[in-house]
């Protein structure tokens, strides 16, 4: 049985990118260090067995087959093959991440997504920068237009400034699920700061980071625990 998403804490999300990790999250009965297993379809989809793999995992999955403009690969242009990727997936899952900007060329499996009752989560990916915070505010609110239960926002942070913009959008969307996170030389920070603030999904990498400014999954556990012991004590 496919558990559910808690939207009421700072998930720790896993992004499963090669065999090696697909293979470790599937055979391991006791996920506590993480909340969420994203499968990334786009990287994975020439494992052997992957839907066997998927049905093994212990956790809440949310499926991903990234478009090629916003880190994708090139073969998942085509939305029917991506449509056509994720199907057969859709049953083990407790979520569904497409690209705000796809939105519309992904309705089939959106559609399938919610019938089955899954969590929406609608993205969008800065390599270049982070916009100003009235920019991101539009992109989230035509994410929540598109259907999406949960608004996930990744900008370059390489400046204080980055961080401040892509930190700022939680004042205007306090009653609204959001995943906010950095990318770049101020990425830690920026995640770190993110979980703080109620972003509810927060990735993490289960050895090397999969884009710069990732944590490593037990480093992510270990600073964010100190964090919340230094703001219950003071």
Known sequence: MKKSISLERANIVIPAVDEYSLDHISSTEDLEEFDVIEIRIDLLISI?????????????????CRHPDEGGSEEFR??????SAISPLIQYASALDVEINQ???MQESLSLAKSQGLLIVL????????????HIEKKITVGYER?????????TTNHFKDIFNLINVFDSFDSHQISL??????????????????????YAALRSANVPGQWEVNDFKKILAAAKGISSSS
């Open 103 to 105: 939105a519309e060329s």
């Open 181 to 202: 996170m950095g990318m770049g030389q101020l990425g830690m920070a920026s995640r770190l700061l993110a979980a703080q603030c109620g972003s509810v999904l927060n």
């Open 123 to 134: 993205s969008s990916h800065d390599f270049a920068g982070t916009p100003e915070t009235k």
């Open 78 to 83: 085509d939305p029917i093959k991506r449509q």
């Open 147 to 155: 259907g999406a239960d949960i608004v996930k926002i990744a900008t």
């Open 48 to 64: 052997p067995n992957l839907e066997e793999k998927v049905s093994k995992i212990n956790a809440p999955i949310l499926l991903t």
